[in-house]
């Protein structure tokens, strides 16, 4: 007998809420995710948290809110293990989340002229480009990383064109 694990609401309310951002509806998405995070709490479940600090930071324009959320999502990415990411989709691993995590960090460090900070995190981004998977999305990845460490080179705090949260 195959088990399949069981359905997991939060993630699936976080991920509708991810929908609704990319859709336009950033106030609404936001405030859905601001809900989720009072009920999971800062002790909860850390795939939950990094998830929802990840996607919420996105719908952010102001990049000292994003930092917020930025920063609470790798905190939560370092209490994970794959056994966790796993139980959400078997193809997951906790190195994989870095890349990205690090990237949003150096980007909004970036962006608030704090270039040093911006600077250790791609460096961070880049030092675990091999987790990332071949594909779409990690070569989007992987040239968000260099858009970023292009800008921070030329002390460029504009936002950039391709970054998530860049329109209201």
Same mark, same amino acid.
């Not at 991810?18 to 601001?34: D, F, P, T």
């Not at 719908?59 to 056994?83: G, N, S």
């Given at each position: $007998? ?5 359905? *997991?609401?939060? $993630?699936? &309310?976080?991920?509708?809420a991810?929908? /609704? +951002?990319?859709?336009?509806?950033? &106030?609404?998405?936001? /405030?859905?995710?601001?809900a989720?995070? =009072?009920?999971? +709490?800062?002790?909860?479940?850390? $795939?939950?948290?990094?998830t929802?600090?990840? @996607?919420?930071? *996105?719908? #952010? ?13 790798? *905190? &939560? ?9 796993? /139980?959400?989709?078997? =193809? ?5 989340? @870095?890349?990205?995590l690090?990237?949003?960090?150096? *980007?909004? @460090? ?5 270039? %040093? ?17 071949? +594909?779409? #999305?990690? %070569? ?6 260099? /858009? ?7 002390? =460029?705090?504009?936002?950039? &064109? ?7």
């Amino acid at each position: $007998m195959t088990t399949h694990p069981s359905p *997991d609401a939060t $993630m699936h &309310a976080i991920t509708q809420a991810v929908i /609704e +951002g990319r859709a336009g509806r950033l &106030a609404s998405a936001r /405030e859905k995710l601001l809900a989720l995070w =009072s009920e999971i +709490g800062v002790l909860g479940d850390p $795939m939950h948290r990094c998830t929802l600090a990840h @996607y919420l930071a *996105d719908l #952010y324009i102001d990049p000292a809110e994003a930092l917020v959320w930025d920063v609470r999502a790798l *905190d &939560a990415a370092d209490a994970l293990t794959d056994q966790r990411v796993q /139980e959400h989709h078997a =193809s997951l691993h906790i190195a994989g989340f @870095y890349p990205s995590l690090h990237l949003n960090l150096a *980007d909004n @460090y970036r962006r608030l002229s704090s270039f %040093d900070a911006a600077d250790a995190h791609a460096a961070a981004a880049r030092q675990r480009l091999s987790s990332l998977p071949d +594909g779409d #999305y990690g %070569d989007s990845i992987r040239t968000a990383i260099d /858009e970023v460490a292009d800008a921070i080179s030329q002390r =460029s705090t504009a936002p950039r &064109a391709s970054a998530p949260g860049t329109s209201s």
